[in-house]
């Protein structure tokens, strides 16, 4: 995974403890093709238990982050006669299956985004723990004006920008700004151009870098189950996380450096 891979419809390339993920069809405005969800698919099961990756950046080659789905296969979904709509069922439950991994990775992910971010695109970015745009990205939830609902990706838009915003913006198919996406919350940080951009993620990668990489996958975790979970499993599945976290070895560093006034183990 140190290497970048040439020729491919995604690139992957590792630098010490952040892996960046570069979708790799600039000429096609990066599509989310059923390809390019697979080998993101891959990256991302290989290094889930790594604990020494603490991040992963998505981003797209050619100042394009991800313009949604292949309408290309759309046609041939339709092209299927009788069986068009089992396989259309069967494309959405792929895409499910994938926001779902984005949205799961145990380390921080950060979506960089410039140039058009859509349809399902947008929401791959949405599934990330960040979003970071520059400001003349171009942000558009384009489903309904051609036709189909944003099936999968509501869920994700519904938990960044809550419930009545996320409707408004789905059903008319609202197209904005970076900047405006930064106002409307649904971009956590907004810079001015591609290398700003670069800055805004070296910030955050150097707040990650301070975090021990066992807690943060806990907490993402206990955040997520907030959202599901009734009062009484809340604080079974929380104490869960605590109590492994205080036995285990980031626990007993983090408490040992506090007292003895160092930085912990896990801090550059």
Partial sequence: MSDVQVASVVLCERQDAWLTITLNQPEKRNPLTSDVIAQISQALREVREDRSLRGITITGAGGVFCAGGDL???QKILAGGE????????????????????????QVTVAL???AAMAGGLGMACACDFIVTTN??????????????PAQIAQYVIKRLGYQK???MLVLGSKLTGAEAGQLELADVTVADATALKEAEAVLQKQVLACAPGAVAATKGVVEDALYLEQEALRE?????????VVGDEGQEGVMSFMQKRKPSWTP
């Fill in 72 to 74: 290309k296969a759309f």
């Fill in 136 to 149: 003349d990205a171009k942000f558009a939830f384009s489903e309904t004006r051609i036709g189909l609902p």
């Fill in 237 to 245: 599945s929380a104490a869960s996380y605590f109590a492994k976290a």
């Fill in 83 to 106: 069986q068009a709509e089992a396989l259309a069922h069967e494309v959405s439950l792929e895409a499910a299956e994938f926001f779902a991994l984005v949205a799961a990775q145990p």
């Fill in 113 to 115: 985004v410039e140039g």
């Fill in 166 to 168: 996320a409707k408004k």
